[in-house]
């Protein structure tokens, strides 16, 4: 979905009002015209051009010390190689002070055991995250290409960077959920500082729905998450 859609405008907006925060949501180039890494290009630059903040923050009350980088679903697997790829770069305002990954997009060629039992789900089957990957990635890899399996046999070592501390949210009834505890572990592994927070009867993209338990608890897990990291760096 684009990020003007209404469920994902809605969603933000939803953000902005909870946290008193400015939302940007990014428009990145899409696969399969525009395959990995593409899109953490773009995210990259949207960061880039947030850290100009004399061409965009005029009348705005702003902190760029305190930023932190999110995403929900392929979303999350786009924030975590943005925040690799960032320490690349020097900012002159920008500080990301914390990650929340919302049901990150992650696989492998391995078939998890959430992947075999919930072959079908709302929002996402095994077959669709196969053509997806496939679609994504570049030409000729596999699902255990670093871009998906980020902590796997051919994963990049992240224990040397700066990286925000990050909270991971799961949902039980999401067939990713193996992949995302994963990625967890492979944070605390690497010596970052993180957090898992489940909810067992969730869907994949469970959020999109204010109706629903997990949306209200979410909102609150975050916004003591965002709290902290604000009080930490004050």
């Not at 570049?138 to 700066?162: K, L, Q, T």
């Amino acid at each position: 979905m684009a990020p003007n859609s209404k469920p994902y405008d809605d969603f933000c907006r939803r953000l902005a009002g909870e946290f008193k925060a400015i939302v940007i949501s990014v428009n990145y180039r899409l696969s399969q015209e525009h395959r990995c890494p593409t899109q953490y290009e773009d995210c990259l630059k949207a960061l880039k051009i947030i850290d100009d903040v004399n061409h965009w923050s005029e009348g705005l009350n702003a902190n760029l010390k305190h930023c932190f980088i999110a995403g929900d679903s392929a979303g999350g697997n786009l924030a975590h190689h943005v925040v690799v790829k960032a320490n690349e770069h020097k900012f002159r305002n920008l500080r990301l002070i914390g990650m929340i990954a919302i049901q990150p997009f992650f696989g492998g060629e391995e078939r998890t055991e959430s992947e075999i039992v919930m072959e079908v789900a709302p929002f996402i089957s095994r077959e669709r995250s196969d053509w997806l990957w496939k679609a994504f990635l570049p030409e000729g890899s596999d699902r255990d290409h670093p871009a998906a399996n980020v902590f796997g046999p051919n994963g990049e070592d992240i224990s040397g960077v700066d990286y925000p501390a990050t909270i991971v949210v799961v949902g039980g009834l999401d067939p990713v959920k193996v992949w995302q505890k994963r990625y967890y572990e492979g944070l605390k592994k690497s010596g970052k500082e993180a957090y898992l927070v489940e909810y067992p009867n969730a869907i994949h993209t469970f959020y999109a729905y204010p109706q629903l338990p997990e949306t209200s608890l979410f909102m609150k897990e975050t916004k003591d998450f965002i709290k902290k990291r604000q009080q930490h760096f004050t």
